[in-house]
Structure formats: C-alpha cells, structure tokens
T-cell receptor, first 111, second 115 residues
Framework: QKEVEQDPGPLSVPEGAIVSLNCTYS??????FMWYRQYSRKGPELLMY????GNKEDGRFTAQVDKSSKYISLFIRDSQPSDSATYLC???????????FGAGTILRVKS | DTEVTQTPKHLVMGMTNKKSLKCEQH?????MYWYKQKAKKPPELMFV???????INESVPSRFSPECPNSSLLNLHLHALQPEDSALYLC??????????????FGPGTRLLVL
C-alpha cells in the first residue's frame, strides 16, 4: 500500500464548476500538507500549504485537512480552463526534508 | 520572490557524453533538492543538500553526481547516462528551520533526452 493515495483521473468538469480533489494517507506522522499545480512540461507550483488539521482559503482555492480520517482535499471554485493541469498532493513529517507525493490528478476544465 | 531557475531548459545527450544541469535560487534557502520526474508520475527525490552538505542520497546511480558550490547554486553532473534516464529533472529549494515546516519551491525543470 502506498503512503499517499490519489486518484490519477482524468477529472473533466465544465467551466464554472466546483472541483474537489482528494488524497488519503496512511502515515499518522505527516503534519504538513501541500498542494502543487503542474502544467504540462513545467515544474510544480505551490498552491496551498497547511499545517495539521483545519481549513485554509486563498482566493478560489480552499484546502482542508482531516487528520482523524487521514484525508485531505483541495476545492477549486468557479473553475476556469486555465485551471487545467495536474494537481499533486504532498505531505511531510514534523522533522526532515522528505516530501511524499500522491500520484497526481489530471484536471480538465472545459469551456 | 519565490523563483528557482534551472538551465538548460532542454538537453539532448549521447550515452558517452558528460553534461551538467544547473540550478540557482536567491531566496536565502539553505536546503536544495534534485528530483527526477517521468511522464505522468510524481517527482522522485534524488538528492538533498542542507547547508551545502549532502544530507540525503536516495540510492541514485553514480552516473549522477550532485554538487553544491555555495548556498545559492546546485549542479547535477551527468556521465554515461542510459536512455531510461530521460526525464524532467527538477530542482527545488526550501528554508531550513528547526522543527520542520519548510515549503519546497520548484524550478521549471530541465527536460533531458538520452540517445
């Protein structure tokens, strides 16, 4: 079993839809949770960063962490065709440098 | 500014060539990383430098040789690569804070093709 599970998709939605992207994990030692967006042939871009449980909002993006369920989510409101990309969840322990990535979900927003 | 730069953007090399990838950041970060990413896969960690010292080597073959000349620069020297080494090579950097919590910022990557 992988430490971090993420559905690779693709997930196709119409423009303006609310998108929900999710990851589950098995290691209760993870404390830091990140979402990266990666456009084709580009490097990952940090979108959201959360410590422990709770919600964090930034513009159209909301990140949620439920440590009791070992489940994290990224919501995108009013999705745009420019949001079409691969979304990678990543997490790390309290100490150390190693990020553990999910497989990435391909999102396609159709106009 | 959260920019990590990488050169070259693209590289084609033969199996007998020697080449180097370069990475630079000016955010004052003291940890720098090399990742390898194959198509439709997440990044795989190769090396971590912390305060210019190699702290993690994820059992990477010796044909990949990292170097950290100073706190802003990271190189990856390539020699006698195999076609299966073709991939996107990503550099990242982060602060080094006691207690963790460092966010990693990625560069745009070097797309490497080994013929």
């Amino acid at each position: 079993q992988k430490e971090v599970e993420q559905d690779p998709g693709p997930l196709s939605v119409p423009e303006g839809a609310i998108v929900s992207l999710n990851c589950t994990y098995s290691n209760s030692a993870f404390q830091y949770f990140m979402w990266y967006r990666q456009y084709s042939r580009k490097g990952p871009e940090l979108l959201m960063y959360t410590y422990s449980s709770g919600n964090k909002e930034d513009g159209r993006f909301t990140a949620q962490v439920d440590k009791s369920s070992k489940y994290i989510s990224l919501f995108i409101r009013d999705s745009q065709p420019s949001d079409s990309a691969t979304y990678l969840c990543a997490m790390k322990r309290e100490y150390g440098n190693k990020l553990v990535f999910g497989a990435g979900t391909i999102l396609r927003v159709k106009s | 500014d959260t920019e990590v730069t990488q050169t070259p953007k693209h590289l084609v090399m033969g199996m007998t060539n020697k080449k180097s990838l370069k990475c630079e950041q000016h955010m004052g970060h003291r940890a720098m990383y090399w990742y390898k990413q194959k198509a439709k896969k997440p990044p795989e960690l190769m090396f971590v430098y912390s305060y210019e010292k190699l702290s993690i080597n994820e059992s990477v073959p010796s044909r990949f040789s990292p170097e950290c000349p100073n706190s802003s620069l990271l190189n990856l020297h390539l020699h006698a690569l195999q076609p299966e080494d073709s991939a996107l090579y990503l550099c990242a950097s982060s602060q080094e804070i006691a207690g963790g919590g460092e966010t990693q910022y990625f560069g745009p990557g070097t797309r490497l093709l080994v013929l």
